[in-house]
């Protein structure tokens, strides 16, 4: 019978024991082959951790506003980032490919914020995805979704096809409005995703048992960032996040739509790689911005 109350209180996640590294920095990647490690320590700097900078929101949401010139808004950010994630079409028509940023693939999807988002397919082949040079491929998984098992089906087509070339998948935690983004849900869902095979998983920061989320996950957590919030509230997120054992961050809205976004991503980056604090990010932010006001 399924353990539907899960044992969040069972008390045995000991997150104040690292998880073995195995001879490789990336966490979870010890016994995986030369191509995936080399392709994940692209991502992943020697700390394990990751800044990566998401402009993939076209995909199924259009000129996302500050999305509208990717070439103007996005690719002066992309130095600063460890990694960038965006789709086949933006990759190919607006970044240059002399780029030594690591790319991230946006591979799922079909329906728009017109329809039941959930109901998404494989949006590209593997052999685009080496084409592209892609270091990662990155699916969304709807977990207590309408379309739950097709986008599991997604993901695991994705590494089976990923495994056959090469290429890690991140799972992307999709978590429909009416879900909590709460322990229990994430680490459901972020614990199901990396026992199907995705090398990296990215999931949303909650306040409570964050750590157990990502004490749980044998693979590196990345976290999410979510709409637009204050600065020093969305540093504060970041600096949680990392305390609480993600391996970095993916942030869009949270870079790209403020008025001095390479302040932001640089007081991001200082964060992840640094071990700065929120407060001392929001500190570096206001410094960097000449005191931007948001
Ligand atoms: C999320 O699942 C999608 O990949 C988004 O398009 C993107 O990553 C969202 O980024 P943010 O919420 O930080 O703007």
């Known amino acids: 019978m399924a353990d539907t109350e899960g044992n969040l209180d069972a008390k045995q996640f000991r997150p104040d024991v690292p998880q073995e590294m195995a001879g490789f920095h990336v966490k979870g990647a010890g016994s995986l082959d030369f191509g995936m490690k080399h392709r994940l320590g692209r991502i992943f700097r020697e700390d394990g951790r990751t800044v990566m900078l998401a402009f993939d929101h076209g995909y199924f949401q259009g000129p996302t506003s500050g999305l509208e010139r990717i070439d103007l808004n996005i690719v002066p950010l992309a130095p600063h980032a460890d990694a960038l994630m965006a789709t086949r079409g933006v990759f190919r028509s607006l970044i240059p490919a002399g780029i030594d ?80 983004r709460d322990a229990r849900y994430l680490g459901l869902a972020t614990r199901i995703i990396a026992e199907l095979g995705a090398q990296v998983v990215k999931t949303y920061y909650c306040d409570e048992d964050f750590d157990q989320v990502t004490a749980a996950c044998p693979v590196p957590i990345i976290m999410a960032g979510g709409k637009k919030l204050p600065s020093l509230e969305a540093l504060t997120m970041a600096a949680n996040a990392i305390a609480g054992g993600a391996s970095g961050v993916d942030m869009g809205r949270n870079i790209f739509q403020r008025t001095a976004p390479e302040a932001m991503i640089k007081s991001v980056s200082a964060v992840v790689h640094e071990g700065l604090s929120g407060a001392e990010a929001h500190a570096m932010y206001l410094d960097l911005s000449g005191g931007a006001s948001d």
């Open 101 to 180: 940023t690591a790319l991230v693939l946006r591979a799922s999807g079909g329906p728009s914020i017109l329809k039941e988002l959930s109901d998404e397919r494989l949006a590209m082949s593997i052999e685009d995805i080496v084409r592209i040079d892609a270091a990662a491929a990155a699916v969304q998984v709807y977990i207590g979704g309408e379309h739950e098992t097709q986008s599991v089906h997604n993901l695991t087509q994705l590494v089976d096809a990923g495994m056959a070339f090469g290429i890690p998948v991140m799972g992307v935690t999709a978590v429909g409005r009416d879900m909590a």
